[in-house]
């Protein structure tokens, strides 16, 4: 299988790792799978809605997926609304969906992830 990926410089391998990370949160990805699935833009209440998280940890996933720029906000008077703005992200969750199903089991007993979130905390 051929894979034509960016060239793998130390920006680059950066950059990745922070698209990752943005999306490696389970309350971001939440966040952005509700916008996925939501035929309009959201605003935070909305978001806050259909998640049942609060509006600061909504608010603040935003920024982060705003800054990744996985998430485009529109202003309407007082408030904002979200949408996804990067089609490529939404194939990317579902290529890892495809990869998810195939081995859920080993995924979820990842040991060295699982250690690695434990030192984190």
Excluded: W
Excluded at 1 to 29: C, H, K, W, Y
Excluded at 74 to 88: N, T
């Amino acid at each position: 299988m051929s894979i034509n990926l960016l060239q793998s410089n130390d920006d680059v391998n950066e950059a990745r790792a922070n698209i990752f990370s943005a999306l490696g949160d389970p309350t971001r990805l939440r966040i952005f799978q509700t916008l996925v699935e939501s035929d309009e833009p959201l605003n935070v209440s909305e978001l806050c809605d259909r998640t049942g998280l609060g509006t600061n940890l909504v608010s603040h996933h935003l920024q982060c997926l705003k800054n990744c720029q996985l998430v485009d906000a529109e202003r309407d008077g007082r408030k904002k609304y979200y949408e996804v703005s990067r089609p490529e992200a939404v194939e990317m969750l579902s290529l890892a969906d495809d990869c998810i199903r195939q081995n859920i089991e080993s995924v979820l007993g990842c040991e060295v992830v699982t250690e690695a979130e434990t030192d984190e905390r």
